[in-house]
């Protein structure tokens, strides 16, 4: 029963710290449905706390418990946002409105790689460990990023380096 509560429980506060345990399969997904099939009407949503600065917006959206996490970004016309590379963290771009240069320098070697990236193509652009990177809104209105990384953001080591690309 101890195992059960704890499992309510840690699926009432994922609305504040976004980790969805594993429930795709098995008793965990039976459970996971039937508490939300006791959900008040009125706790059909909930408000993400997000990030705002003269770039744009930042949203973490949901955290797995062992691939990572989804989050969304808005950027304004003009903006470069990143200037940073990862020693193990990979990130999965994708515009889904506007249009962007990602550009990429490798720490080591210097070669330099871009992709110009827009709406009018689902095209997913990796960020490679070893490469610093940048996206830039090339745009003339807000670009919205979708973005997943394979680690969940850790502010006590965010294997987050600034270096210019």
């Known amino acids: 029963m101890g195992d059960i509560e704890n499992l ?3 699926f009432r506060v994922n ?3 976004l ?3 594993e429930v795709g399969s098995g008793f965990k997904r039976a459970l996971y449905a039937t508490y939300l099939s006791y959900l008040s009407t009125n706790n059909f949503s909930y408000t993400l706390k997000g990030h ?8 973490e959206i949901l955290k797995t418990i062992d691939n990572g996490q989804f989050s969304l970004s808005t950027t304004a016309p003009g903006i470069v946002r ?9 990130e999965k771009f994708l515009v889904v409105k506007g249009m962007a240069t ?3 320098r490798h720490i080591v070697t210097n070669e330099k790689i871009s992709y110009d990236v827009s709406e009018k193509k689902m095209e997913i652009v990796e960020m ?5 990177h940048n996206i830039t809104n090339t745009g003339n209105e807000e670009m919205l990023l ?3 990384a394979n680690e969940n953001y850790d502010d006590k080591n965010p294997d987050t380096y600034f270096l210019e690309v």
């Open 128 to 132: 490679i460990p070893g490469y610093t």
């Open 19 to 21: 980790v969805m345990q």
């Open 52 to 59: 705002k600065d003269n770039r744009g917006t930042f949203y």
């Open 8 to 10: 309510l429980y840690k």
């Open 146 to 148: 979708f973005l997943w």
């Open 15 to 17: 609305r504040h710290t």
């Open 102 to 104: 990602i550009e990429f």
């Open 82 to 90: 990143g200037g940073h590379y990862h020693h193990t963290k990979n």
